[in-house]
């Protein structure tokens, strides 16, 4: 079946320094990747949706300039996390859709201290 | 309305239950619907597509009531390794955004 390879799997780091989050869709063409935020024990929340070669698509009340969305080939799109504070915090996780339905990279888990 | 509503649980059943979970929509414009299975600190992952006629996966029943708006799912003789989150899943046609439910919350214990 299709794989959404999601790397890291996990990152502590320091407030104010910034993360990259990559997903590569490995068997497939991922022209548009869903990203995610989930705290725990909550449901997914859809922070934005990037699209190969054009601007991401962002949700209300996610800020775009901290929450640095590149998509820049059909096989990885990438979330950077800026600036990054003790409350962003959380699982990332990245979704694209395949011929049955959507993939989800493994996730990251984002400890900032 | 709101768009995905879905009874967060927790179901607590014996093992060797049937038990059923059901999932409603707004939009009557949704196309494609799926349920998925989130293990504790894990990613979803997809547990069944559900078709118009319903479809059957060994212990896994999944039907889709397009009148009353909803899918349900529905696990027979119920295994310790069915405990996980289920989510539904609902994508509008002509357009690949999915809306996902906030997950049901299953528990099989001994």
């Known amino acids: 079946g299709a794989v959404v390879s999601q790397h890291p799997s996990w990152v502590i780091c320091k407030s104010g320094t910034s993360v990259k989050i990559e997903c590569r869709s490995l068997d497939f063409q991922a022209t548009t990747m869903f990203w995610y935020r989930q705290f725990p024990k909550q449901s997914l929340m859809l922070m934005a949706t990037?699209?190969?070669?054009?601007?991401?698509?962002?949700e209300q009340g996610v800020e775009k300039d901290k929450f640095l969305i590149n998509h820049a080939s059909l096989t990885l799109s990438t979330l950077t996390v800026t600036s990054a504070h003790p409350e962003d915090s959380s699982f990332y996780i990245c979704?694209?859709?395949?011929?049955?339905?959507?993939?989800f990279g493994s996730g990251t888990r984002l400890t900032v201290v | 309305r709101k768009e995905v509503e879905q009874d967060p649980g927790p179901f607590n059943v014996p093992e060797g239950a049937t038990v059923a979970f059901n999932c409603t929509y707004s939009n009557s414009a949704s196309q494609s619907f799926f349920w998925y299975r989130q293990d504790c600190r894990k990613e979803p992952k997809l547990l069944m597509s559900v078709y118009s006629s319903g479809n059957e996966d060994g212990r896994f029943t999944a039907q889709l009531n397009r009148a009353s708006q909803y899918i349900s799912l529905l696990i027979r003789d119920s295994k310790l390794s069915d405990s996980a989150t289920y989510l539904c899943v609902f994508e509008p046609g002509g357009s690949y955004i999915p809306t996902f439910g906030r997950g049901t919350s299953l528990i099989v214990h001994p």
């Open positions: 990037s699209n190969e070669g054009s601007k991401a698509t962002y």
């Open positions: 979704s694209a859709r395949d011929r049955y339905g959507y993939t």
